[in-house]
């Protein structure tokens, strides 16, 4: 792909993700550059700068040990003797188990003292974690094959986050409470110190029994290793739930429904599937032949469900001729380096003072065809939010006319509202008119709105947005609160 150097700035990326088993930070320095063939602004020139070795993620009993994990945090910080504010962007997620921890949100707070807004964090967003995994373990393969779908399948220690794409573009994504830790065992053996409420209910369903401090039997485990396989290929094949399907429903966060096979060339045929996460891992290892750890070395079910995966004819068919390189770091090199978009720079901002502005709702969007009474409408809604909204603008607009056209509809409104002075409104605009559209939205400057518009962004579906600082003349955004479904 055809890079253009003169536009490019660096910049340093770090990605956190506190799973249900392990932490990992990555930290890497890459170069903002603009595409010569798209002219869009993108990541690239990537160099891994600190990369420790991941942790067990620590708990005191269900809830996160907020000490030691801030204690983690600045000790890998002050190791890799990097500054947190010379961060450009990135992202932390809590996910898996982890994010259903009463005190998850403490670890957004911990984030966000350290790295001053321009490390976004969230917890317990299936969505944007089935897309970054995606971003961070397939893109590549995905772009190499642009006619041929993939189905990523992101597998830890508490949940599968699915995502299915073609040519390095993410349409639909899914998550499953299925992982290797519902199960926890004295390493080494099959001897139970601890089952998940989803464990509990699964022995309940298929009727089966297993005791804290007892051996698991061999049985008990097939049945359970059957269902998990069972629920994922069903997942990945559109095909029914498997039996019990209360139990399948209940394990479902959010349904994954990939597209039909008359809606794309990609999906004539079958998808190439991937794997990554810790359990992924695992499986691409026995799919080489490599030798395993031994009996639940990590004290959970992830190296029998790994072998389950690698002898499935769906999960495991692709094991050997599409190997990913991010594997069991896919989310945190997702979180890393695409976890935040670039705007553009011919964005609108009068008042950069107003940045870094975290967690706006996305209230709806705009068009070159809106009608006065839309623009209203969606200007109420922002009118009664406390700190601010983003609206979208959808398409791109033919020319200048366009663009001015509606951007003195949309002033005329701003004119009429009782919009408070103060509040920011931000629009999301794709194409690269922003400063155009700011200018005659506010009457080149004569309306007393707080009115940002920032442009050649990608339309995520997403419902809230963070903005971070200007950085070397550039705006990062980050979407969280993702949909299952991206190409609606």
């Known amino acids: 792909m055809l890079r253009s150097h003169a536009s490019s700035t660096n910049g340093l990326f770090a990605g956190l993700d506190v799973g249900t088993t392990t932490t990992s930070l990555l930290v890497a320095s890459a170069r903002f550059l603009r595409n010569a063939v798209t002219g869009q602004l993108e990541i690239g020139e990537v160099q891994p700068v600190y990369r420790p070795d991941p942790v067990f993620t620590p708990f005191l009993g269900e809830t996160l040990d907020i000490d ?55 917890a317990d967003d299936p969505c944007l974690e089935s897309w970054l995994a995606f971003m961070g373990n397939t893109l590549g393969l995905s772009r190499a094959e642009p006619e041929r779908a993939f189905i990523n399948l992101d597998i830890g220690g508490g949940t599968t986050n699915i995502a299915w794409g073609e040519n390095g573009e993410v349409r639909r994504c899914g998550c499953y409470f299925v992982g290797a830790r519902h199960f926890q065992f004295e390493p080494g053996t099959y001897r139970l110190r601890s089952l998940s409420p989803f464990a509990r209910e699964l022995l309940a369903d298929l009727g089966l029994h297993a005791t804290i401090g007892s051996d698991m039997s061999r049985p008990v485990r097939t049945a359970v290793l059957d269902f998990y396989v069972k629920l994922l ?86 094991l050997t001729s599409h190997v990913p390189a991010a594997l ?40 070159a065809n809106s009608s006065s009474d839309d623009l209203e409408t969606l200007v109420g809604l922002a009118t009664r939010g406390t700190a601010g909204a983003c609206l979208r603008v959808r398409g791109e607009l033919a020319d200048t006319v366009a663009v001015k056209a509606l951007g003195e509809r949309f002033a005329a409104v701003l004119e009429t509202s009782a919009f408070p002075v103060e509040k920011p409104l931000v629009l999301l605009v794709a194409g690269n008119f922003g400063k155009t559209l700011g200018q005659y939205a506010t009457r080149w400057g004569r309306l007393p709105v707080a009115l940002i518009v920032l442009d050649e962004l990608p339309d995520r579906p997403a419902h809230f947005a963070s903005i971070g600082k200007p950085c070397q003349n550039l705006i990062t955004v980050a979407f969280h609160g993702w949909e299952g479904r991206l190409d609606e």
Request: aromatic share 4%.
């Open 68 to 122: 030691s994990l801030t204690t983690r945090l600045d000790a890998w910080l002050e190791e890799a003797k990097l500054s947190p504010a010379s961060m450009v962007a990135g992202g932390a997620l809590v996910t898996g188990l982890a994010a259903r921890a009463a005190n998850a949100a403490s670890v957004t707070r911990i984030v966000r003292q350290r790295f001053s807004d321009s490390v976004v964090a969230r």
């Open 233 to 318: 290929e069903a997942a990945v094949t559109g095909e029914r739930w498997p039996e019990p399907e209360s139990s399948a429903r209940r394990h479902c966060q959010v349904e994954f429904k990939a597209p039909s096979r008359d809606q794309s060339a990609a999906t004539a045929q079958r998808p190439i599937v991937t794997l990554s996460g810790g359990v992924g891992e695992l499986a691409y290892r026995c799919a080489r032949g490599d030798p395993l750890p031994g009996t639940t070395a990590f004290g959970d079910l992830g190296i029998d469900l790994a072998q389950r995966l690698c002898a499935s004819a769906i999960l495991g068919h692709d």
């Open 328 to 367: 069991g770091r896919a989310t945190v090199y997702g979180l890393a380096l695409h976890s935040t978009e670039i705007s553009g720079t011919t964005l609108f901002l009068p008042r950069p003072e107003l940045l870094p502005l975290n967690d706006l709702p996305i209230l709806g969007s705009l068009s």
